[in-house]
């Protein structure tokens, strides 16, 4: 059974960072694309950043250039390091694996996800 769990959110002030990371157990790590997704109140769940399974990243274009995704293979972890947050950054941070090595935008094309972690920035 396919398990991720995150940690690492929290509160920050705008201009701040925080590295999210994402622990998986369950299946082989290293063949499947991983992805970061977020939910503010109100709003659909959207894409953040993936990374797929030979290590190409994609971006939102809300989030390029501030956010960083990696994985390490050999501790079946992902990472997110968040810097220049932004107040709009604020939401439920949801890590998700992918049915297959390639990094999909839409949330239905993921078969996994962890149960997200909180992060809020203060303005």
């Known amino acids: 059974q396919v398990q991720l769990v995150e940690s690492g959110g929290g509160l920050v002030q705008a201009g701040g960072s925080l590295r999210l990371s994402c622990a998986a157990s369950?299946?082989?790590?290293?063949?499947?694309?991983m992805g970061w997704f977020r939910q503010a109140p109100g709003k659909e769940r959207e894409f953040v950043a993936g990374?797929?399974?030979?290590?190409?990243?994609s971006y939102a274009d809300s989030v390029k250039g501030r956010f960083t995704i990696s994985r390490d293979n050999a501790k079946n972890t992902l990472y997110l390091q968040m810097n220049r947050l932004k107040p709009e950054d604020t939401a439920v941070y949801y890590c998700?694996?992918?049915?297959?090595?390639?990094?999909?935008?839409?949330?239905?094309?993921?078969?996994?996800w962890g149960q997200g972690t909180q992060v809020t920035v203060s303005s």
């Open positions: 998700a694996s992918g049915r297959d090595g390639i990094v999909y935008y839409a949330k239905e094309r993921w078969n996994y």
């Open positions: 369950g299946r082989i790590f290293s063949s499947y694309a």
């Open positions: 990374i797929n399974w030979t290590g190409g990243t």
